[in-house]
């Protein structure tokens, strides 16, 4: 007798055929993208993908979600003194890049970084739709060979400087400067929104990172950490200066190894923020508990493991690689 084990099942045998929602249980995060979308009960299976990206595919979109990304070295360099960025990070965090632009509105890098890199700004490491495609160009210096212009992908926008010469249109964005020509993050997250993106992922580079940061206009932040030292180069996260330590930012953060060992730190700047005056006394213990360095509850001054995100991870790693975040 032979037997024929599932998903193998002879056709004519009266036996389920593998559906095409049977094929995709087979990828973790097809089957993420569609349980937040549909508001289904999410699947076990994505409970670890859920501890990374919750926040923001659960998002409440009726106002602007910012997250930024930087990959960096283990000293902190987001890339070579030539601009060379190409790979810092490794497979896994690329794949994390990716998921995350799948989840957002719109993807946001500054004109250095469009320069450089020339990226496409599209997902391709997993499944799911690329978002809008923005590049902060103030000045009106983004060569119009770039990739991220293609007419064949989706569509872009270019955030411009508002002044003579500038006409707002299909493409173009005019944002008004300060007094130094610097463009404030909240008017360009403002525009966006205007536009019906209210997710939105900023990229980079380091310039257009640290200035969302500074402007405190992120709610959360990603940092992946790869174990190698460049030792020169682009620093990441470049903030005003400070004298002591009681003045850095302590966000609440959550750490996950990837699967090839980078190291991936999801930061809450959202519950960083000081609280509005007149804000709930929720908001004003979140920042309690991250400014006090003596309320970190083991004595760790950095990251927090999460113990329900660790025992995600355990569960992940009993269940095998595929469903490693
Ligand atoms: N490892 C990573 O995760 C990662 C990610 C992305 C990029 N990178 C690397 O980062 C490097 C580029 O970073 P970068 O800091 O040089 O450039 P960038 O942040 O991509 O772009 C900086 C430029 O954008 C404009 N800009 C940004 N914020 C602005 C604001 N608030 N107001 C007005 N203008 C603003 C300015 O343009 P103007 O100069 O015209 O005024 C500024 O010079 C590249 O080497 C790239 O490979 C690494």
Redesign the pocket.
């Known amino acids: 007798m032979r037997t024929i084990a599932p998903p193998y099942w002879p056709r004519d045998a009266g036996a389920p055929r593998r559906t095409s929602a049977a094929r995709r249980a087979v990828d973790p995060w097809r089957l993420y993208l569609d349980a937040v979308r549909s508001g289904a009960r999410l699947p076990n299976a994505c409970r670890p993908l859920d501890a990374v990206y919750g926040p923001l595919a659960r998002a409440d979109t009726s106002r602007p979600f910012v997250v930024a990304?930087?990959?960096?070295s283990l000293d902190g360099r987001?890339?070579?003194v030539t601009?060379?960025?190409?790979y810092?990070?490794g497979p896994a965090a690329l794949t994390h890049?990716h998921r995350l632009r799948a989840l957002v509105d719109a993807v946001l890098?500054?004109?250095?970084?469009?320069v450089?890199?020339d990226?496409q700004l599209t997902v391709r490491h997993c499944a799911g739709d690329s978002p809008v495609r923005v590049v902060?160009?103030?000045?009106g210096?983004l060569p119009p060979t770039l990739r991220c212009l293609s007419d064949d992908g989706p569509p872009v926008l270019v955030i411009r400087?508002a002044g003579p010469g500038v006409t707002a249109g299909d493409r173009i964005v005019a944002v008004a400067?300060d007094t130094d020509?610097?463009?404030?993050?909240h008017a360009?997250v403002a525009a966006l929104a205007a536009r019906g993106l209210r997710r939105i992922l900023v990229?980079?580079?380091?310039?257009?990172?640290?200035?969302?940061v500074a402007?405190g206009a992120v709610d959360r932040l990603y940092v992946?950490v790869a174990p190698l030292i460049i030792g020169s180069g682009?620093e990441?996260l470049r903030l005003p200066e400070i004298a002591a330590l009681t003045e850095a930012l302590r966000p609440p953060t959550r750490v996950h190894v990837l699967a090839d060992g980078d190291v991936l730190f999801d930061c809450d700047l959202a519950a960083a923020r000081p609280a509005a005056p007149g804000g709930d006394d929720d908001d004003s213990r979140r920042l309690l508990a991250h400014r006090a360095p003596a309320a970190l509850a083991d004595g760790d001054r950095g990251a927090r493991r999460d113990p329900a995100l660790h025992r995600d991870e355990q569960r992940a790693e009993r269940a095998g690689p595929e469903h490693a975040v």
């Open positions: 990304q930087l990959g960096q987001i890339a070579t601009g060379s960025s190409h810092i990070s890049l890098v500054g004109i250095g970084t469009a450089a890199d990226p902060l160009d103030p000045n210096r400087r400067a020509g610097r463009l404030d993050p360009v990229e980079g580079g380091a310039q257009t990172v640290s200035g969302f402007a992946t682009t990441g």
